[in-house]
């Protein structure tokens, strides 16, 4: 039953079998057992001894003493990302059993990017989303971007660009402004940079509310119908490390994929001498799968938190230790739930 039984967790550890169609043309090149030396240096079996620019290639060769970039690259590569993603989806269910929903999009690829200001897509858009080619909401924008990404194939190069995860429904006082290790926003911060290719994160306006005054950075408190509520977000749903009940924002920069068409110099770690990196497969971008993911992570860290925080073995026990620690919070300290 893999810890599912008609539809329902049981408890046990759940088995998810995801099959990779390329695997059959790599049985014997990544085959446990030591391979035949006269045929190593053939086809699939050839060492790679050239190391990609932008990849784990070189320092991973160094670090474990291979004398070839195979092991390493395979290791490296994005797809094992599929299994985060189908483990994100369990979570994603069981925050949902909670009210609380999230959603991922693209903002920008390359210099494209959705304009300030435009509306943030909500779960219900997912959809829509899923149906732009490039999971962009603001369709102008996407239009762009696909021309972007047409002419970025055309002049053999790669992409990238930002992601943004949307979290809805989160109560506040999930993490921990008490220990550094378990503030939400390092949590989510270390998750998001565990993903290949990314390069940077940012919670609720990042960088761009250092370019601001203190009276313009953050989120003023008023009352308002028996509730404490912040008309803006600009810490992005999180405040010393913890959920404040607002929407969480989290976007992640995705550097272009390492693996250029018109391939990057090196040096042939054989010879010596400089070469060309070895080509292996790649898309021009990779940044809508990117929000994919980003989304996962975010909501196993969630999960965690949530988890961390409501305790209980089943989710009808943690749905209302969550229900009491609403209630229990006194009415002058209450603020609103964004859903």
Not at 120 to 135: F, G, S, Y
Request: hydrophobic share 40%; net charge negative.
């Amino acid at each position: 039953s893999g810890g599912v039984v008609q539809g329902r967790t049981i408890g046990g550890p759940i088995a998810i079998r995801i099959g990779n169609t390329e695997w059959p043309k790599w049985v014997e090149v990544m085959s446990a057992e030591p391979p035949d030396l006269s045929e190593r240096s053939r086809g699939r079996g050839a060492a790679l001894t050239r190391p990609r620019p932008g990849h784990a290639d070189l320092a991973g060769m160094q670090k474990y003493g291979f004398d070839e970039a195979r092991p390493v690259l395979e290791r490296a590569s994005a797809r094992e990302t599929a299994a985060r993603v189908a483990l994100g989806a369990v979570a994603k269910a069981f925050l949902g059993e909670l009210g609380i929903r999230l959603v991922s999009h693209t903002l920008s690829i390359g210099s494209v990017a959705v304009p300030q200001g435009a509306p943030h897509p909500r779960p219900e858009d997912v959809q829509t989303l899923d149906a732009d080619p490039l999971r962009c909401f603001d369709a102008a924008t996407s239009a762009r971007m696909v021309e972007e990404v047409d002419d970025t194939k055309k002049s053999g190069d790669t992409i990238g660009g930002i992601v943004e995860v949307l979290a809805y429904g989160l109560p506040a006082g999930l993490g921990s402004y008490v220990h550094c290790d378990r503030r939400l926003d390092s949590r989510l911060a270390g998750a998001i940079m565990g993903i290949q290719a990314i390069k940077a994160v940012e919670v609720g306006d990042g960088f761009e509310t250092t370019r601001r005054r203190g009276s313009e950075a953050h989120d003023e408190l008023h009352m308002r119908n028996g509730e404490i509520v912040r008309d803006t977000d600009r810490a992005g749903g999180i405040e010393g490390g913890m959920t404040t009940g607002q929407v969480l924002r989290v976007r992640a920069g995705m550097k272009p994929i390492a693996t250029v068409p018109n391939a990057l110099p090196t040096v042939d770690v054989a010879s010596g001498e400089e070469a060309k990196a070895h080509h292996q497969r790649s898309d021009v971008s990779a940044v809508p799968a990117a929000g994919v993911v980003a989304e996962a992570m975010v909501a196993l860290v969630l999960a965690d938190a949530v988890t961390e925080k409501f305790g209980g073995d089943n989710v009808h026990e943690t749905k209302r230790n969550l229900e009491n620690y609403l209630a229990s919070i006194p009415e002058t300290l209450r603020t609103a739930r964004e859903l």
